[in-house]
């Protein structure tokens, strides 16, 4: 009888080891912490940074991102916790000012104001020359660079000597804790060429003006 209890713990082992245990308990993931300057995975295709998160007046748990990142129904997972699966949605996208909104699942997101050395408490601005912007994003961390200002003379975006690459779009540009803007793109060369922005005091002006989700937001 102890010889094959003894064939049965070996082969157990064996089973456990070629699976890697996890075969044998399960864990459910824990909920996606997100917050401005977090990575999120687009449709399963692409990587953009968020640029924040809050609510709206509709009491949704809702946030920012640049609109070249997806169209409205992309899904949205957590880059840095994919195993709690689908976590929000884009509901809207307006590719003049270049911005999404996205709805997020409340019970799979845990809403933070600080990702990395970002902070955001308040939404203003946009940054003026000579004012010192900084960058959170997903590729290159946090960036800060000069402020040239609206040289495009716009109203609705801003030029920075910020360093910015691939995957940093949507990030959120700060002065202190200040969110005052979005990464969209960069001038020719990724960290040489100036980064452009999205002014966020245009973006959540036309998300107030359009109404629905994203109207009245603020951050956490």
């Not at 991102?65 to 699966?85: K, L, M, P, Q, S």
Request: proline share 5%; glycine share 16%; charged share 10%.
């Amino acid at each position: 009888m102890l010889e094959k209890l003894a064939g049965a713990a070996v082969a157990l082992a064996a089973w456990i080891a070629l699976t890697g245990a996890q075969g044998a308990i399960a864990h459910a993931a824990g909920p996606a912490v997100l917050g401005g300057g977090s990575g999120i995975v687009v449709d399963d295709q692409r990587i953009c940074t968020l640029t924040t998160i809050g609510h709206d007046s509709g009491g949704r748990l809702v946030g920012f991102t640049a609109g070249h990142c997806g169209d409205a129904g992309a899904t949205v997972v957590a880059e840095g916790n994919r195993d709690a699966g689908v976590v929000g949605t884009f509901a809207y996208t307006n590719t003049e000012l270049d911005y999404a909104v996205i709805v997020f699942d409340p019970a799979k997101v845990m809403p933070v104001n600080r990702v990395g050395n970002t902070t955001i408490t308040s939404v203003g601005g946009p940054a003026r020359f000579p004012d010192i912007a900084c960058k959170e994003g997903f590729s290159t961390g946090q960036t800060c660079g000069l402020t040239y200002g609206d040289v495009l003379q716009s109203n609705t975006s801003t030029l920075t000597q910020i360093c910015v690459a691939p995957g940093d779009s949507g990030g959120p540009v700060v002065v202190g804790t200040v969110l005052v803007g979005m990464v969209n793109g960069y001038l020719s060369v990724p960290c040489l060429g100036p980064q452009l922005g999205s002014n966020i005091t245009a973006v959540v002006n036309d998300a107030d003006a359009r109404g629905g989700v994203g109207a009245g937001f603020h951050p956490i």
